[in-house]
C-alpha cells in the first residue's frame, strides 16, 4: 500500500478547516503516525523514530533520534543483571528497594537504540548538551504495508481527536459564566445534549428549570457553567436553573446593564418559579426598577419568556439594611423593620399583608432571606408578639453556586429578590 502524499495535503486542509484545528497541528499528527507505521513495519522495535512531512513538497523523510545521556541520567547495564532472568529480577527488587529508602525516583536504564552516552555525543558535535537529541538519517520510502497503513489511521485519527479537544476547550474555556445558544439535541436519562456548533454541551437534569419540557431541535440559550478537561473530550456542562443565567439575561436585555449605568447586586432564585433580583443606579437620574422592567413591561417579560414564564421581582438595592430587607419582601408593604442582633430581623405587617409577605410554602421570606442575607422573622403588626415565619439558618445556608452576589461588607447583602412586575 502506499501512502498518496497529495491526498493528505488535501486532507490537512479539509480536517484544518473544518474541525478549526492549526494546520500545525493537524501535520504533527500525521508525522506521529507515519513515524509508528515505518517503525511497526521496519521492526524498529525500541528506537524513537521521527517523521518530517513537507505539506508544500509532499516530501517524506525519516530519522533515528537518541537521546544524550550520562551516568547521572540513566541506568548503566550491569554484569549481574545480564546473567540471567532470576539474577536479574532479584538485582532490580534490591536496587529499586534502595532507590526507595534513598527517597529517589528510578532511572530508566540504558538503551543504546535509544540512548548515546555524551562522551560520544560530543564527538559529533561539541556543542551538544545532555538532554538533546542527535537525528540520524534513515531511508526514506512512502510504501507501508495493511497493518503499518491501518496503524497510522488509527494514530493520526487519536491525535485529531486530542488536537479537536484542545481547540475547542481553549473556544469554550473562556466563556465560562456566559451565555451561549445552542439546539437541543438527545435526551438521555434526564440529560439534554446541546449541538453548539463545533461541540456538544451538556445540561444535567439538576440543571433544567423543573417542569421544562425540551424538544429535538429547539433552540434556547444555556449558562456556561464550566468547561472540564474530559480526557476524550472537553466537556462543556451548561444550566438553565443557575441564578446567574437571569443576569445574563437581563445584561442582554438592558444596555444600561452593560454599560454600568445600572448594576444587579444579587439574584435569589427558585428555578421555574420566582426569581429576586436587586439592583442600583450608579448614575444619578436614573431609576433602576422601571429601566429593568422597561415600557409597559417588555424588558422583564422578554426575561421571563425565555424561562418559561418564571415570575421575577425586581427590586431596589441599598445600603440601608431595613430599607432593604422591607423592599426584598415585595410585593407585600412592610410597616416596620426591627434590626436585630446576629444579623437577625424583625418584619411587623399588616393581617392582609401576611400571606404575601410569606408567599406560597414561605417562598416569599425565603428568597428574601437569601437575597439579603438577613434570618427574617416576619409578625403581625396586631399580634407583634406571636411568631408566624422565621426563616432558619438552613433555609439561607445555600450552596456555593446559588450564593450568586457581590457581598457588600456594610449590609452583607447576598442576592436579589424581586420587585412587581407592575412597576
Same mark, same amino acid.
Given at each position: ?17 473544518e ?10 499528527a ?28 509532499g516530501?517524506?523523510k ?9 551516568e ?13 532472568e ?36 560530543v ?13 540520524y ?64 454541551? #451538556? ?22 457553567v464550566? *468547561? ?11 444550566s ?5 443565567? =437571569?443576569?445574563?439575561?437581563f ?48 424588558r *422583564? ?12 421581582d ?10 432593604? #430587607? ?11 423593620v ?7 430581623a424583625?418584619?411587623?405587617?399588616? /393581617? ?7 408567599g ?5 421570606v ?14 403581625? /403588626? ?21 450564593? =450568586? ?10 442576592v ?8
Amino acid at each position: 500500500m502506499v501512502f498518496d502524499l497529495k491526498a493528505i495535503k488535501k486532507a490537512v486542509e479539509q480536517v484544518s478547516e473544518e474541525k478549526g484545528i492549526d494546520s500545525a497541528k493537524v501535520i504533527e499528527a500525521i508525522e506521529g503516525s507515519i513515524a509508528a507505521a515505518y517503525k511497526k513495519e521496519y521492526e524498529k522495535k525500541g528506537e524513537l523514530i521521527k517523521a518530517k512531512f513537507d505539506i508544500k513538497t509532499g516530501e517524506l523523510k525519516f530519522w533515528q533520534a537518541k537521546i544524550v545521556v550520562d551516568e547521572s541520567t540513566v541506568r548503566m547495564p550491569d554484569p549481574e543483571e545480564e546473567a540471567g532472568e532470576l539474577d536479574q529480577v532479584a538485582h532490580s527488587s534490591e536496587n529499586s528497594e534502595k532507590l526507595i529508602d534513598d527517597g529517589e525516583e528510578k532511572l530508566p536504564r540504558y538503551n543504546p537504540s535509544r540512548h548515546i552516552l555524551i562522551e560520544e555525543a560530543v564527538n559529533e558535535n561539541s556543542d551538544i548538551a545532555i538532554g538533546e537529541e542527535i537525528l540520524y538519517p534513515l531511508e526514506s520510502t512512502e510504501e507501508f504495508g495493511r497493518i503499518a497503513a491501518q496503524a497510522a489511521k488509527q494514530v493520526i485519527l487519536q491525535r485529531l481527536r486530542e488536537a479537536e479537544r484542545d481547540s475547542v476547550l481553549g473556544e469554550f474555556k473562556n466563556k465560562e459564566g456566559e451565555i451561549i445558544s445552542g439546539l437541543v439535541q438527545r435526551i438521555e436519562r434526564g440529560n439534554v445534549y446541546i449541538d453548539l456548533g463545533r461541540a456538544t454541551g #451538556i445540561m444535567f437534569s439538576n440543571e433544567a428549570i423543573p417542569g421544562e419540557h425540551y424538544k429535538i431541535g429547539e433552540r434556547l440559550k444555556f449558562y456556561i457553567v464550566k *468547561v472540564a478537561d474530559d480526557t476524550r473530550m472537553a466537556s462543556i456542562i451548561l444550566s438553565r436553573s443557575h441564578p446567574q443565567f =437571569v443576569s445574563r439575561l437581563f445584561e442582554l436585555e438592558i444596555p444600561e446593564i452593560t454599560d454600568k449605568t445600572i448594576e444587579i447586586k444579587g439574584v435569589a432564585r427558585e428555578a421555574g418559579s420566582r426569581t429576586k433580583i436587586a439592583v442600583v443606579s450608579n448614575m444619578e437620574g436614573v431609576d433602576p426598577v422601571g429601566s429593568c422592567v422597561g415600557q409597559r413591561g417588555t424588558r *422583564v417579560m422578554a426575561v421571563s419568556n425565555e424561562l418559561g414564564q418564571e415570575k421575577i421581582d425586581i427590586i431596589e438595592w441599598s445600603e440601608d439594611p431595613a430599607r432593604f #430587607i422591607a423592599s426584598s419582601l415585595s410585593p407585600a408593604t412592610v410597616n416596620e423593620v426591627e434590626i436585630l442582633p446576629d444579623n437577625e430581623a424583625r418584619i411587623f405587617v399588616d /393581617n392582609d399583608q401576611l400571606s404575601l409577605a410569606i408567599g406560597r410554602g414561605g417562598q416569599n421570606v425565603r428568597l428574601a432571606a437569601r437575597l439579603t442575607g438577613w434570618k427574617i422573622d416576619v409578625r403581625s /403588626n396586631e399580634e407583634p408578639e406571636e411568631e408566624l415565619v422565621e426563616e432558619d439558618e438552613e433555609s439561607t445556608d445555600l450552596p456555593e453556586e446559588e450564593k =450568586v452576589v457581590e457581598e457588600s461588607t456594610d449590609s452583607k447583602e447576598t442576592v436579589v429578590e424581586e420587585e412587581k412586575l407592575e412597576e
